[in-house]
């Protein structure tokens, strides 16, 4: 999301941005969706009313991702037409690793992902959501152990959390970077790279544009989820010493995948013809950028919302190729945690490239969090708008 003018966020305490997007009448967080502590969070009303400070500044809402590598956690109060970020969590758990080749959860990864939850859960309990929706993604939906371990976080933790389907999960994305979507352009290629899957979506505007960015996913004219991510690609090629003709063969297999895109030479012919552009939302394309700009150290405000064009892409993935393994781990844009998914998550992002060449792509440092807090929000406004009145009609007597 944005903050003032999208490039001005100031980070909170936690190192979150403040964030602003544009409202409107999301599905995805209607009432059965939603999901609060088991252990029961203090009554809202109640909890205003012993904090005057709190009482007039709106209620405060909460979203947990936990994906197949990472935890994320992202707390916020409406703030004009978009929200204000007071907290937020961000922990590489790996909670996928090794699922691609057993089917199970590993016991190191459920303890890694219960010491983050636990930290998530502190921090719920001090905030006191009026609404909040956990949901867990792609490791919890395809792992044999994935239920019963959320029925561990349930009963230890409190935390409640939902398996949303991939339909649901490349929805709650596009809700979230819609307000990236270039406006004069007439469609748009969102994709989410995760560590287990990855998630597309073609926007169509040609026959309008949706008004509000929680509508957004009604633009949708195809999407697709890929049985693949950086972990599950990593533990099947390597992602420690990746040459050309290793990082060719993840592509290739990439490419494979695309190729049952309901609509993919359709697309193509879009992209001939209109003004189409990528955008990506994942770690993969976040850490590009940060390449790209030469920081010293990633800034989500220069990031987030940054175009790159055809060539800074080449020249920055041929860079990163070219970059040994030490030296992935030393780059402060980088670190020990991704240094050996960041080649496996550019294989995703080069195969779509190839599959469907556009002239530029904008790189979002926000999706589900953002979306499921905007999709609350609407579902609350909606709820909470007042019941239109109509004038009596007239008769004649």
């Excluded at 709650?172 to 990855?198: K, P, W």
Aim: with cysteine.
């Amino acid at each position: 999301m944005t903050d003032e003018d999208r490039s001005a966020a100031a980070p909170s305490p936690s190192g979150e941005a403040a964030t602003r997007s544009q409202g409107g009448d999301g599905h995805a967080g209607s009432g059965a969706g939603e999901a609060q502590l088991h252990s029961g969070p203090t009554d809202q009303r109640t909890h205003n009313a012993q904090n005057p400070s709190r009482r007039h500044r709106g209620p405060v809402y909460a979203a947990l991702d936990l994906g197949t590598n990472n935890c994320r956690l992202l707390i916020a109060r409406p703030h004009e037409h978009g929200f204000r970020v007071l907290d937020g969590f961000t922990r590489i758990v790996r909670l996928g690793e090794g699922v691609s080749t057993s089917g199970r959860l590993g016991e190191a990864a459920m303890e890694r992902t219960m010491e983050a939850l636990r930290q998530c859960r502190n921090k719920l309990k001090e905030h006191q959501p009026a609404h909040a929706r956990l949901i867990a993604t792609e490791a919890c939906r395809t792992a044999e152990n994935g239920p019963s371990f959320l029925a561990r976080v349930k009963e230890e933790l409190g935390l409640d959390l939902e398996i949303i389907d991939r339909r649901t999960e490349a929805a709650l994305a596009v809700t979230g970077c819609a307000d990236l979507i270039d406006e004069t352009a007439q469609g748009a290629l969102m994709f989410d790279i995760g560590g287990g899957s990855s998630e597309l979506a073609w926007l169509d505007f040609r026959g309008g544009r949706p008004k509000s960015q929680g509508r957004m996913p009604a633009a949708i004219r195809s999407w697709q989820s890929l049985p693949v991510g950086v972990v599950s690609i990593a533990e099947k090629f390597g992602g420690i010493d990746v040459t050309p003709a290793t990082f060719e063969a993840m592509v290739s297999f990439v490419s494979e995948h695309l190729r049952q895109f309901r609509g993919r030479e359709k697309l193509r012919q879009m992209i001939a013809t209109h003004p189409v552009h990528l955008i990506g939302t994942s770690g993969t394309v976040t850490t590009l950028a940060g390449l790209h700009l030469g920081l010293e150290r990633y800034e989500r405000q220069k990031v987030d919302g940054l175009w790159m064009n055809k060539l800074q892409v080449d020249e920055t993935m041929k860079a990163l190729l070219s970059m040994p393994f030490d030296r992935r781990v030393s780059h402060p844009c980088i670190g020990r945690d991704r240094a050996d998914l960041v080649l496996p998550g550019c294989a995703i992002f080069e195969a779509i490239r190839r599959e469907w060449p556009t002239d530029r792509v904008r790189v979002a440092d926000r999706g589900l969090r953002e979306g499921i807090l905007i999709s609350l929000m609407d579902a609350d406004r909606a709820y909470n708008r007042p019941a239109r009145s109509y004038p009596r009609s007239r008769t004649n007597g």
